[in-house]
């Protein structure tokens, strides 16, 4: 008994530096990206390392999903593991920012069956009366790896360089790689099913067309211009003919079927907001740090600290309470929260005191912490075990789909914003033309070094508008945060019920 669980422990192990190392590849790279760019050069192409990673993740989790429900959770796990690994490897040689979008791509791919398989054999493995408490778990690890990620990436990136951000994934992945292989044996309870290979390319073409539209107009292209209509017309056709293909699939990358539950639709679509609000914050405060403070990678890393303690807090309660109240109710307590802290973060300035953008990003921390646990669980309530990958999958494809899109929006926003900005400043100005070469350039504000350079009062006036841009792109996430909230109301009354089934015990 003693061995049995010992077993199940490591396999616990496994998945949770799985998780671990997928979801700190993130905040790894967010942290340490004001000196990436100012590196590498490329502030006006920056968002593609983060929306790189999730377009690939995006695009590997419900292919993956479907494969384990048919094939088995063990093989594609390891598979995600030895590929993200691999594409880790090719990031830290990286030498311009295009090359590292394309290898954290490769990376996305592994990401892809890392998150899903490990939340769906997590509930296969335990009977639902310990799901709460191992939901709270897998969720807090989101959270941790959102403080260790801003810690070792700044540290990393300030006393060795930025590209070993991207080894420190090379012995999490070996442990995982040892304890899964040797722990882990699962249940034949599996499902023969066809994959939908025609949605899944359409879908990941719409949102490549979409994306590139969006960080292309207006800034290489007009809006107007030949290139970016088309951009559009291709997203509106392929995403057409996604929705024509899903009606028609036998086994839809969708399914539009799982849909029809209201708890597994509600919850969601309320990771999709979700996932693209959280995602201006990640991002952008620091660069706010790192850009209108001034300073290292490791003020901006720090920065995040308290958000993501106060995530780990709310994942483990949220957890915690699924077996006490409604999904729905602990969700509306979410919303409520986390729309505060948009609302703080809107009213920042470069006066601002870090302790209270400390506070600010605490209260953001503690409202979307509770949407780790508890909408993963929600997801996969519905479902048996035959069903649980795809629906894992589903719900983190979507939210992922959030996260890319709302990163991809945001950027357009900030940028936009920021430019106009800028020529304001300087209009009229005889230092017009050099204020704004070192506000178009990504190494002025994100590199300690050429800042100094910068007259003072030419950096005054460019972090005012790089501060001002920030603030409006908080401002802007308030939509989706806001959305997210009025759809937690068809999540329903269900919440964790102790009810023993079938095949729960696979080790």
Not at 200 to 215: K, P, Q, Y
Not at 284 to 305: E, K, M
Request: proline fraction near 3%; include cysteine; hydrophobic fraction near 50%.
């Amino acid at each position: 008994m003693a061995a049995k669980e010992n077993k199940l422990g490591l396999v616990v192990a496994g998945l949770l530096l799985g998780i671990l190392m997928a979801s700190m590849d993130n905040t790894i790279v967010v942290t340490a990206m004001g000196t990436i760019v100012g590196d590498l050069g490329g502030l006006d192409k920056f968002v593609w390392v983060v929306s790189a990673y999730m377009v690939a993740e995006m695009a590997g989790m419900p292919i993956f999903g479907k494969l384990s429900d048919m094939y088995g959770r063990k093989r594609f796990f390891i598979a995600g593991l030895i590929l993200f690994m691999f594409g880790s490897v090719l990031c830290g040689t990286a030498q311009t920012i295009t090359q590292l979008s394309i290898y954290r791509a490769i990376q996305g791919v592994g990401g892809g069956a890392l998150v899903p398989i490990a939340f769906t054999i997590m509930f296969d493995l335990f009977p639902p009366e310990k799901r709460g408490k191992m939901g709270g778990m897998f969720g807090a690890v989101f959270g941790l790896s959102s403080i260790f990620g801003p810690l070792i990436g700044a540290y990393l990136t300030d006393h060795i360089s930025w590209h070993w951000i991207f080894y420190i994934n090379l012995p999490l992945g070996i442990l995982s790689l040892i304890f899964i292989v040797l722990s882990y044996k699962e249940s034949a309870i599996h499902q023969k099913q066809s994959i939908d290979w025609w949605g899944a390319l359409t879908l990941i073409g719409a949102v490549v067309c979409l994306m590139f539209a969006l960080e292309l107009g207006g800034q290489k292209y007009d809006w107007n211009s030949i290139n970016i209509l088309s951009l559009f017309a291709g997203f509106a056709v392929l995403f057409v003919i996604f929705l024509f293909i899903e009606t028609k699939a036998k086994d839809p990358i969708i399914s539009f079927a799982m849909f029809k539950n209201r708890l597994f639709a509600g919850s969601t679509i309320v990771g999709l907001f979700y996932g693209a609000a959280f995602m201006a914050t990640t991002v952008y405060i620091p660069i706010f740090v790192q850009g209108v403070y001034g300073g290292s990678a490791t003020n901006s890393g720090l920065i995040l600290l308290p958000m993501m303690l106060g995530s780990v807090v709310t994942a483990q309660v949220g957890g915690f309470l699924t077996s006490k109240m409604s999904y729905r109710n602990i969700m509306f307590l979410s919303g409520v929260i986390l729309i505060g802290g948009l609302l703080l973060l809107s009213s920042i300035t470069p006066d601002t005191s870090r302790a209270l953008l400390t506070i600010y990003m605490i209260v953001i921390g503690l409202g979307v912490g509770f949407s780790f646990s508890v909408l993963s669980m929600a997801a996969i309530h519905p479902f048996g075990m035959e069903q649980r990958g795809s629906a894992t999958s589903t719900s983190n494809f979507i939210r992922s789909l959030g996260m890319t899109i709302g990163i991809s929006i945001f950027g357009t926003i900030q940028r936009s914003h920021f430019s106009s900005k800028l020529t304001d400043a300087f209009a009229g100005m005889g230092s017009m033309t050099k204020g704004q070469s070192f506000g178009n350039d990504s190494r002025a504000l994100l590199s300690e070094q050429v800042r100094k350079q910068i007259p003072p009062q030419i950096l005054e006036k460019i972090t005012d508008a790089l501060s001002s841009s920030i603030v409006h792109t908080f401002t802007w996430a308030l939509v989706p945060a806001g959305l997210a909230f009025l759809f937690i109301f068809i999540l329903g009354k269900e919440r964790m019920v102790f009810k023993r089934e079938e095949g729960t015990k696979s080790v």
